[in-house]
């Protein structure tokens, strides 16, 4: 709930029009849009949301032309999310992203829409749904404004979201490995080196290769793997373990050397 009062006054500075004092409002003549506008970010400010959504729902209904609709319509969004209704929140901020795509604040809807499926997340390590339709809104967002405000905590969550796609794979690969289904057991190993390959999970993933290869007789394929093992994480627990599964004589043990060497002299040039 810290995170969406937080978000609450990022969004009164960012979204309200110039300051309206009380005593202003009083002396107006006319419910001018501003005047709504001013009127319903007070109550909101006072986390007043139903009377705040009527006031936003007024000016799209009296003003439907006037920037303040447009910004009426984040803060109905706004007040899904506040209240956890994801789901209308969602809807809400497509169609604002694809009514308004040039609106001047729409970087700030595409970072909403992430924050909505992000806070669904229940089990990062089994939930892929809405770490991917998260990860998906916060890089269209980097990739649409790479200089907005939004950007970095968009960044900071994309590394936490791949996380957790990648535990997911970890967990499916090895239920596949103790059922002895070794090709499935492989693809999900290779998803993580190949697709997150910066994730802390890459050292067992590849260590879980080498097992793999080894147990199903492709010693060559098992080595290539330990190799890039001992080449990226030379001091890692996953290469000792796969070095004593391929190791076992002073032949074998050039080989891999040689090989290892051969991926240092390729990677250098």
């Not at 910004?71 to 969004?77: D, E, H």
């Not at 169609?95 to 829409?113: A, C, G, L, Q």
């Amino acid at each position: 709930m810290i995170f969406k009062y937080i978000l609450v006054i990022i969004l009164i500075f960012t979204l309200s029009c110039s300051p309206t004092t009380k005593e202003d409002m009083n002396n107006e003549t006319s419910l001018s849009p501003e005047y709504l506008y001013d009127e319903a970010m007070i109550e909101l400010e006072n986390t007043n949301y139903t009377e705040a959504s009527e006031k936003f729902k007024e000016i799209e209904t009296k003003y439907p032309l006037s920037n303040e609709a447009i910004q009426s319509q984040i803060m109905l969004a706004f007040i899904n999310y506040l209240n956890m209704d994801y789901e209308n929140a969602i809807l809400k901020l497509d169609r604002i992203i694809n009514k308004y795509p040039s609106y001047k604040e729409i970087d700030y809807v595409y970072y909403m829409k992430g924050i909505n499926y992000y806070e669904q997340i229940e089990n990062p390590e089994l939930d892929s749904k809405y770490n991917q339709l998260s990860l998906e809104s916060f890089q269209q967002l980097i990739n649409r404004f790479p200089n907005s405000k939004y950007s970095n905590d968009s960044r900071q969550k994309i590394i936490l979201l791949k996380e957790n796609l990648a535990a997911k794979n970890m967990n499916i690969a090895m239920f596949y490995l103790k059922q002895k289904k070794y090709l499935a057991a492989l693809n999900r190993y290779n998803i993580v080196v190949n697709d997150h390959n910066q994730s802390k999970y890459v050292p067992e993933a590849l260590h879980r290769l080498v097992e793999i290869y080894y147990t199903l007789g492709m010693v060559e394929e098992a080595n290539k793997a330990a190799a890039v093992l001992g080449y990226n994480y030379p001091d890692s627990k996953w290469y000792k373990y796969s070095y004593k599964i391929l190791v076992k004589t002073k032949k074998e043990e050039s080989f891999l050397k040689n090989l290892l060497n051969k991926i240092s002299k390729n990677n250098n040039e």
